[in-house]
């Protein structure tokens, strides 16, 4: 289905943030927001939800930690024991070290993993850009017009009255 | 009042630029031709590089004959080296995992290449664990793999096999780290690349990143995670490098005070590596309004504290051995500063600990020439700790009939040279190819110590 999107562009992280508040107060619905950098506090503006990734990298870390104990163990004092200097086959307190390094191992390419897999993005994937120089010095908003109390007319004031730069309706064929 | 506290700072980049000159100034040395004094540069190190190549090819084929090892001494260039390079490799973590941490703003304009120095300085330091195992080739059964001999397992009691584990983890999660901090930036390149091969080399390394929030949300977080786990793993990789020692019998390595020293050590010699390197950058890639005179001067402090940390480990060495009240370990340590390898123990007390406290001394820290100077004392130094700590404590041990001396061969000298060469020419390549300035990163602090964009507008 395709969608008609409404594209502000403005030229400062202040006046973007802004108009962020501004649409969401009046309700439209705000499909991103495209910034060359991290803006800080933008995500309280568009009303995002926290991330769950920390729980996902948190289970991975447990999980690698756990299964390399197990191997440890396994491998140590079940599949082939071996004296080394009569120290006891199950060393647990030697094999702290280990288990910690694949505990951060699995947990941190864990995370860039779902990290890649969450946001869609892979080696070879098609850029899809709202209007240009968005990773240079553009931020972006795209604002979605299929909703009820959207009026292109009072976007355009509030937005020209917060120095919005550029301003320009599209058609998107699909968005996620 | 939050605005008001900000302002009162001095900005953290100078010059008053916007957004669109950040990305200007980083990204257009990389599509200009590359100057003179970079294809010479390239050209020395690259050359160095060649050297250690055939200097390792010769000990592969030839033998562990071409080291001045001997019966007593089994470890000393190679194991120095390792230490030395993976040491190296610490500050760039610290600059970006630590200090992001800490929420020290102004690691924005050094993070980039501090990690690549991580990176390159990672991959000098594996070299020399390989090589020393004699059969390079066989390198893998450092692995816990399902083999034919039964299968025979590593041991994973023994802290080589630690060592194994925790630098390559620190190598895979240094590269991720520097790949995610690169994702943005290698969007930036792509939009604005006008040559086809480089459009298309970013827009397929870039994973087609568009600057969508929804993705820095996301991006942001994962750095944290990054940073949080990147902290305590620098940590563990020189406690278990220290550990390699530790837990010997050897007086001079067996004590419990190596964690702490190795980590403080490595600290400082990767800090005065950063400063080494981001001198000749900033000149050659005319970044001083990125990399102030106030980075130079916060660097130097590091440099001093950490310096300090590491003269009190000495110290305390001295202090531990006399108060343990064994003969043997006092007299490794009366042995490191008075018997035949003196000279090394007082360059590296010289080095390390007596010409940096010339950097309390703000005129000192302000005078850029000199922090080079003194950051390249330091590197010296820091070699020389860690064959001082190897090679005299192995060299006389607890009988006279077992010591004796160690001189390198030239094949050593060769291979270290060459470990320096891969180094440098990895960071050249890195200068070119790559923004040696994190741009999405330095966008976000521009407005730090500015008027506000209120005041744009009027």
Redesign the interface.
């Given at each position: 289905m395709s969608k008609r999107l409404f594209v502000g562009v403005f030229e400062?992280?202040?006046?973007t943030l802004k108009a962020v508040r501004a649409s969401r107060q009046r309700g439209f619905k705000i499909v991103?927001?495209?910034?060359?950098?991290?803006?800080?506090g933008?995500?309280e503006a568009?009303g995002?939800g926290p991330?769950r990734?920390?729980w996902i990298?948190f289970a991975l870390?447990l999980l690698g930690a756990g299964l390399k104990v197990w191997?440890?163990f396994w491998?140590?004092a079940i599949?082939?024991p071996?004296n080394?200097g009569g120290?006891p086959f199950n060393?647990l307190p030697?094999?702290v070290?280990?288990t910690?390094?694949?505990m951060?191992?699995f947990?941190?390419?864990g995370?860039?993993l779902s990290?890649?897999f969450?946001?869609?993005?892979?080696?070879?994937?098609?850029?899809?850009?709202?209007v240009?120089?968005?990773?240079?010095?553009r931020f972006a908003i795209v604002l979605e017009e299929t909703d009820s109390r959207f009026e292109a007319s009072e976007v355009q004031r509030i937005f020209e009255g917060l120095?919005a730069v550029h301003l320009e309706e599209q058609i998107a064929a699909e968005v996620d | 009042m939050a605005d008001a506290v900000l302002t009162l700072r001095p900005p953290l980049i100078e010059g008053d630029k916007s957004i669109a000159q950040v990305t200007h100034d980083v990204c257009a040395p990389m599509e200009a031709r590359p100057s003179r004094l970079w294809w010479l540069a390239l050209a020395a190190s690259s050359s160095l590089l060649l050297l250690g190549v055939l200097a390792i090819g010769y000990q592969v084929a030839v033998g562990v004959g071409t080291w001045g090892l001997n019966r007593t001494i089994g470890w000393a260039f190679d194991i120095t080296n390792f230490v030395f390079w993976i040491g190296i490799g610490h500050a760039g973590t610290l600059i970006s995992a630590i200090l992001f941490l800490f929420r020290q703003r102004w690691r924005t304009s050094v993070n980039r290449a501090a990690e690549a120095m991580t990176i390159f300085a990672v991959m000098c330091a594996g070299i020399f664990p390989i090589i020393h195992t004699g059969r390079p080739w066989f390198a893998y059964w450092l692995f816990p793999y399902p083999n034919t001999r039964g299968s025979l397992w590593v041991n994973f009691r023994s802290p080589l096999v630690w060592d194994c584990f925790a630098i390559s983890t620190y190598f895979t999660v240094s590269a991720m780290f520097w790949f995610i901090g690169l994702l943005p930036d290698l969007a930036t390149i792509r939009d604005r690349a006008t040559a086809k091969w480089r459009r298309t080399l970013a827009g397929i390394l870039s994973l087609g990143w568009n600057g969508s929030y929804r993705a820095w949300q996301r991006y942001e977080v994962v750095y944290l995670m990054l940073a949080g786990l990147g902290t305590p793993l620098v940590i563990s990789v020189h406690t278990i490098v220290s550990w390699d020692f530790a837990t010997s019998v050897l007086p001079g390595w067996h004590a419990t005070l190596f964690p702490p020293y190795f980590v403080a050590g490595a600290i400082f010699s990767g800090m005065a590596m950063v400063l080494t390197l981001m001198i000749i950058a900033r000149k050659l890639m005319r970044l001083e309004d990125y990399i102030t005179l106030r980075h130079i001067d916060r660097m130097a402090k590091l440099v001093i504290l950490t310096s300090c940390i590491v003269g009190l480990s000495y110290a305390t060495e001295f202090f531990i051995a006399l108060y343990s009240g064994s003969s043997y370990e006092q007299f490794v340590f009366l042995n490191r500063a008075l018997g035949p390898m003196f000279w090394a123990y007082w360059t590296m007390v010289s080095c390390n600990l007596l010409i940096p406290q010339l950097l309390w001394f703000r005129r000192i820290r302000a005078y850029v020439p000199a922090v080079f100077v003194i950051s390249i004392f330091v590197n010296i130094g820091m070699w020389f700790e860690r064959f001082v700590i190897i090679v005299t404590s192995l060299s006389r041990d607890f009988l006279p009939s077992n010591w004796f001396h160690y001189a390198p061969t030239r094949i050593e000298i060769a291979t270290l040279l060459g470990s320096f060469g891969l180094f440098f020419t990895l960071f050249l390549l890195f200068c070119r190819f790559v923004p040696v300035i994190a741009v999405a990163e330095v966008k976000g602090v521009l407005k730090y110590g500015r008027p506000h964009a209120e005041a744009i507008h009027e």
């Amino acid at each position: 289905m395709s969608k008609r999107l409404f594209v502000g562009v403005f030229e400062n992280e202040q006046d973007t943030l802004k108009a962020v508040r501004a649409s969401r107060q009046r309700g439209f619905k705000i499909v991103d927001v495209y910034a060359p950098y991290a803006v800080h506090g933008l995500e309280e503006a568009m009303g995002l939800g926290p991330s769950r990734l920390p729980w996902i990298v948190f289970a991975l870390g447990l999980l690698g930690a756990g299964l390399k104990v197990w191997f440890e163990f396994w491998t140590t004092a079940i599949d082939w024991p071996v004296n080394v200097g009569g120290k006891p086959f199950n060393s647990l307190p030697a094999f702290v070290p280990v288990t910690f390094e694949v505990m951060v191992l699995f947990a941190a390419v864990g995370a860039v993993l779902s990290f890649f897999f969450v946001c869609r993005l892979f080696p070879g994937k098609s850029t899809v850009l709202p209007v240009s120089r968005v990773t240079d010095d553009r931020f972006a908003i795209v604002l979605e017009e299929t909703d009820s109390r959207f009026e292109a007319s009072e976007v355009q004031r509030i937005f020209e009255g917060l120095y919005a730069v550029h301003l320009e309706e599209q058609i998107a064929a699909e968005v996620d | 009042m939050a605005d008001a506290v900000l302002t009162l700072r001095p900005p953290l980049i100078e010059g008053d630029k916007s957004i669109a000159q950040v990305t200007h100034d980083v990204c257009a040395p990389m599509e200009a031709r590359p100057s003179r004094l970079w294809w010479l540069a390239l050209a020395a190190s690259s050359s160095l590089l060649l050297l250690g190549v055939l200097a390792i090819g010769y000990q592969v084929a030839v033998g562990v004959g071409t080291w001045g090892l001997n019966r007593t001494i089994g470890w000393a260039f190679d194991i120095t080296n390792f230490v030395f390079w993976i040491g190296i490799g610490h500050a760039g973590t610290l600059i970006s995992a630590i200090l992001f941490l800490f929420r020290q703003r102004w690691r924005t304009s050094v993070n980039r290449a501090a990690e690549a120095m991580t990176i390159f300085a990672v991959m000098c330091a594996g070299i020399f664990p390989i090589i020393h195992t004699g059969r390079p080739w066989f390198a893998y059964w450092l692995f816990p793999y399902p083999n034919t001999r039964g299968s025979l397992w590593v041991n994973f009691r023994s802290p080589l096999v630690w060592d194994c584990f925790a630098i390559s983890t620190y190598f895979t999660v240094s590269a991720m780290f520097w790949f995610i901090g690169l994702l943005p930036d290698l969007a930036t390149i792509r939009d604005r690349a006008t040559a086809k091969w480089r459009r298309t080399l970013a827009g397929i390394l870039s994973l087609g990143w568009n600057g969508s929030y929804r993705a820095w949300q996301r991006y942001e977080v994962v750095y944290l995670m990054l940073a949080g786990l990147g902290t305590p793993l620098v940590i563990s990789v020189h406690t278990i490098v220290s550990w390699d020692f530790a837990t010997s019998v050897l007086p001079g390595w067996h004590a419990t005070l190596f964690p702490p020293y190795f980590v403080a050590g490595a600290i400082f010699s990767g800090m005065a590596m950063v400063l080494t390197l981001m001198i000749i950058a900033r000149k050659l890639m005319r970044l001083e309004d990125y990399i102030t005179l106030r980075h130079i001067d916060r660097m130097a402090k590091l440099v001093i504290l950490t310096s300090c940390i590491v003269g009190l480990s000495y110290a305390t060495e001295f202090f531990i051995a006399l108060y343990s009240g064994s003969s043997y370990e006092q007299f490794v340590f009366l042995n490191r500063a008075l018997g035949p390898m003196f000279w090394a123990y007082w360059t590296m007390v010289s080095c390390n600990l007596l010409i940096p406290q010339l950097l309390w001394f703000r005129r000192i820290r302000a005078y850029v020439p000199a922090v080079f100077v003194i950051s390249i004392f330091v590197n010296i130094g820091m070699w020389f700790e860690r064959f001082v700590i190897i090679v005299t404590s192995l060299s006389r041990d607890f009988l006279p009939s077992n010591w004796f001396h160690y001189a390198p061969t030239r094949i050593e000298i060769a291979t270290l040279l060459g470990s320096f060469g891969l180094f440098f020419t990895l960071f050249l390549l890195f200068c070119r190819f790559v923004p040696v300035i994190a741009v999405a990163e330095v966008k976000g602090v521009l407005k730090y110590g500015r008027p506000h964009a209120e005041a744009i507008h009027e």
